[in-house]
C-alpha cells in the first residue's frame, strides 16, 4: 500500500513533474553560471534565473521581479528582513504565533538592544487587530506577522494589520512560508512591505529555494546580510547597491531556480484559487470526520476557511510522537509529531511542551486518502 503524505506542511512531495524535469533539463542543457560570463550556457542560466523571477513576481503581484531577491530559504530571507532593518533601540512587534524563524532572530536582535513586544493571539492562534495599535510606540520600525501558523494553519489578519501599521508609517513584514502558493497574495494590495517565501512548500520548487519581495524604496533602509561576488559591477569592492544584487553574493543555486521557476509555472497554470478549493475541501472532511472519533482533541479553528490545509490533533493516551509513530509504521500514513519549531505558538494554544501531531494537506491529496486516514485514526482512538 502506498504511504499517504500528509507533511505538507514540513515541505510538499510529490512535486510536479516540471519541478525535476526543469532541474534536469538545466543540468544537461544550460549549466553555465549566470552573469559570471558572457558564453550561451551562462546566458542560457542567466534566463532560467530571471524566468523564475517573473514567475514570483506574477504570483504575489509584484509589479519589477528584481524586487524578488533570491535566498536558500524563508529563513534567510527573514534574517536579511529582521536583521538587516532593525538597529538597537527600535521597536518591533510580532504575534505570539510565529515560527523560530522569527522568533529567534527577533530574540537575538532583542539581545542587541531591540525592543520586542509579541501581541497574544486566542487559543485557537487568532489575532484581533484591536491589539496592534495600543503596542505601537513611538520608536517601532516594524511589525512582523506569520501569514497563516504553521501548528494550526489559522490565517491572521495581514491586510487589516499593514493597515494600522502605515497609519503610523510601520513596516510590514510577513512570513509566507506556510501561505505562498497556498493562499492568494498581493503584495500591493495587502501592504505587504517585504514578504519572505520558501520554494520547497507550496510553491512546488526544491528545498534549498526561497526569497525576500523587499517593496520600492525600502532596500535602501536594509543591509545585506552577506557582501561578495554578484557578476556586477566587479570595478567596485564595494557591494551593489541596485537590487536583486545587493542581497545576493554568491553564485546562486541555479538548479534548484530553475526547479523552483517550474513550480511556480505550473501553480499559475492551475490557479492559486483551484488548489486552495481542492485543499480547503479535503480539511473540511477531515475536520468533520475528527469529530466523529471520541478522544481526539482538535486545535485551531474548525472552519476551513479560516485556515491552510493543516490540522493540529492529539489523541487521548498517546504522546504525539507515539501517536505518529504508529500512523507511520501501522497505516503508512506521515505526519508530522512535537512542537513544529514554534513553541510561541504552542504555549498560545496551550499544547506547550507536549506539541500535537500535525497533518498538512497538498494539491495531491485525495478524498479517499482522507477516509483512509480517519480510519487508522479512529482505529488507534478505540484502542486507546
Not at 505570539?96 to 531591540?114: C, F, I, K, T, Y
Not at 509555472?265 to 488548489?275: I, K, M, N, Y
Amino acid at each position: 500500500m502506498d504511504p499517504l503524505y500528509f507533511d505538507n506542511a514540513a515541505t510538499s512531495w510529490p512535486k510536479p513533474e516540471a519541478t525535476s524535469a526543469a532541474m534536469e533539463r538545466f543540468l544537461r542543457e544550460s549549466g553555465g553560471s549566470p552573469g559570471r560570463s558572457g558564453h550561451r550556457l551562462s546566458i542560457a542560466a542567466g534566463r532560467t534565473v530571471l524566468e523564475a523571477r517573473e514567475a514570483m513576481a506574477a504570483l504575489i503581484g509584484a509589479d519589477d521581479p528584481l524586487r524578488i531577491v533570491f535566498t536558500k530559504n524563508a529563513t534567510e530571507a527573514l534574517n536579511i528582513a529582521l536583521r538587516g532593518f532593525l538597529r538597537p533601540g527600535d521597536h518591533v512587534i510580532t504575534s505570539s504565533m510565529e515560527h523560530n524563524s522569527v522568533m529567534r532572530p527577533l530574540r537575538q536582535l532583542e539581545a542587541d538592544g531591540v525592543a520586542l513586544s509579541v501581541l497574544p493571539c486566542s487559543g485557537r492562534g487568532e489575532l484581533d487587530p484591536g491589539t496592534i495599535q495600543p503596542a505601537i510606540q513611538s520608536r517601532t520600525r516594524m511589525m512582523v506577522l506569520t501569514h497563516a501558523s504553521n501548528v494550526t494553519g489559522t490565517i491572521l489578519p495581514i491586510a487589516e494589520a499593514a493597515r494600522i501599521a502605515h497609519d503610523h508609517g510601520i513596516a510590514v513584514c510577513i512570513d509566507a512560508a506556510q501561505t505562498a502558493g497556498a493562499l492568494p497574495i498581493h503584495v500591493k494590495e495587502q501592504g505587504i512591505d517585504l514578504l519572505a517565501f520558501t520554494g520547497h512548500k507550496s510553491l512546488f520548487g526544491p528545498p534549498g529555494t526561497g526569497g525576500l519581495y523587499i517593496a520600492s524604496g525600502l532596500e535602501e533602509q536594509l543591509r545585506p546580510l552577506m557582501a561578495g561576488g554578484t557578476g556586477s559591477r566587479s570595478e567596485f569592492e564595494a557591494q551593489p547597491t541596485f537590487l536583486p544584487d545587493k542581497f545576493e553574493a554568491g553564485t546562486p543555486n541555479s538548479v534548484g531556480l530553475a526547479g523552483l521557476g517550474a513550480g511556480v509555472s505550473w501553480l499559475l497554470a492551475r490557479g492559486v484559487e483551484t488548489v486552495r478549493a481542492h485543499e480547503t475541501a479535503l480539511t473540511a472532511r477531515f475536520i468533520e470526520g475528527l469529530r466523529e472519533i471520541p478522544g481526539i482533541t482538535l486545535y485551531g479553528p474548525e472552519d476551513p476557511s479560516l485556515k491552510t490545509a493543516i490540522v493540529s490533533f492529539n489523541i487521548a493516551g498517546l504522546e504525539p510522537s507515539e501517536a505518529a509513530l504508529e500512523l507511520d509504521e501501522r497505516f503508512d500514513i506521515l505526519s508530522r509529531p512535537g512542537l513544529h519549531c514554534a513553541p510561541a505558538a504552542h504555549r498560545t494554544i496551550g499544547t506547550f511542551p507536549r506539541g500535537t501531531v500535525r497533518f498538512g494537506f497538498g494539491p495531491f491529496n485525495t478524498p479517499d486518502q482522507i477516509d483512509r486516514a480517519l480510519e487508522a485514526l479512529c482505529s488507534l482512538a478505540q484502542k486507546r
